[in-house]
């Protein structure tokens, strides 16, 4: 049986916008790093690429307005394959 990363945990839409922001703002740095490189293998995160790539560091900030950017983005690719009365119910539950 395939086990799933803990980072697929996050993304779990059982928190509203709000809450995510709650929650990510516990994490370190590091970690919103690890999960962005996780979920985007593309991306210029670490501080040694960011450096080269752009001349400054990824602030805890920035790295966590970036996760719920792709973490909210994730979310509305997902509304596409819900019914009407599906997507009225999770807008309904995840208001701020």
Known sequence: ME???NFYGILDDSM???QLKEELSK???ESLI???KWNDRNGVYYDE???LEFGNILTHKEAMNIMIS???ENRLVEFKYFS???LKEWL???QP
């Open 70 to 72: 792709q973490i909210m």
């Open 92 to 94: 309904k539950a995840n």
């Open 16 to 18: 509203n916008e709000l």
């Open 27 to 29: 994490w370190t740095r």
């Open 3 to 5: 086990t799933r990363h």
């Open 34 to 36: 690890s999960w962005l």
């Open 84 to 86: 009407h009365h599906e």
């Open 49 to 51: 690429e960011s450096m």
